[in-house]
Antibody, heavy 119, light 110 residues
Framework: DVQLVESGGGLVQPGRSLRLSCATS????????INWVRQAPGKGLEWVSF??????????ESAASVKGRFTISRDDSKGIAYLQMNSLTTEDTAVYYC??????????WGQGTLVTVSS | QSALTQPASVSGSPGQSITISCTGT?????????VSWYQQHPGKAPKLLIS???NRPSGVSNRFSGSKSGNTASLTISGLQAEDEADYYC??????????FGSGTKVTVL
């Protein structure tokens, strides 16, 4: 079975950093792009960032709201994707989901990890 | 990139059909056949319902169907059931090679 498990969330002060991990199993990680999507409390889904597979040069794209602060990366040997989040603000408080990206749709989702930015 | 526009809520009685719209622009919904739909029950992760405007993944009920006309995509739920009560989101690839979600629609089964 395809599984994605996020970790690394928690309470962090504004201006600080946090790194989220997305551990995967059940598929050939290196063949797929990985996506991060977030959902603020009581709000809708917001696309955050994706990283393509090695075949596509591990190309990355990020939403304007996080560009320059968040960096997505991947370790194909471990089957793990990461989201490095710097200069966090209260606006970044959300549940962060990692997803497998098949072409242009997220076909499998993790259970999410909560990031709370507060002093 | 602004969120795609969806109605905040849609309701229907069991057995009825409802349609949720998702309106974007020629730079997203209208420009690509890469519209997908997701269902999210409270406290759960979203689940893929429809990809590439009309394709239903294995395991998804055939009561769910998708379509698109111009800059507006639609999700139709036929034979509405109590278990369909959830939030629904559309998503589209964009001309900036990014993605955008819709604002979300809460479906209530009366």
């Amino acid at each position: 079975d395809v599984q994605l498990v996020e970790s690394g969330g928690g309470l962090v002060q504004p201006g600080r950093s946090l790194r989220l991990s997305c551990a995967t199993s059940g598929f050939t990680f290196g063949d797929y792009a990985i996506n991060w999507v977030r959902q603020a409390p009581g709000k809708g889904l917001e696309w955050v960032s994706f990283i393509r597979s090695k075949v596509y040069g591990r190309r990355t794209e990020s939403a304007a709201s996080v560009k320059g602060r968040f960096t997505i990366s991947r370790d194909d040997s471990k089957g793990i994707a990461y989201l490095q989040m710097n200069s966090l603000t209260t606006e970044d408080t959300a549940v962060y989901y990692c997803t497998r990206l098949r072409s242009s749709w997220a076909d499998y989702w993790g259970q999410g990890t909560l990031v709370t930015v507060s002093s | 990139q602004s969120a795609l526009t969806q109605p905040a809520s849609v309701s229907g009685s069991p057995g009825q059909s409802i349609t949720i719209s998702c309106t974007g622009t020629s730079s997203d919904v209208g420009g690509y056949n890469y519209v997908s739909w997701y269902q999210q029950h409270p406290g759960k992760a979203p689940k893929l319902l429809i990809s590439e405007v009309t394709n239903r993944p294995s395991g998804v009920s055939n009561r769910f169907s998708g379509s698109k006309s111009g800059n507006t995509a639609s999700l139709t739920i036929s034979g509405l059931q109590a278990e369909d009560e959830a939030d629904y989101y559309c998503s589209s690839h964009t001309s900036s090679n990014t993605y955008v979600f819709g604002s979300g629609t809460k479906v209530t089964v009366l």
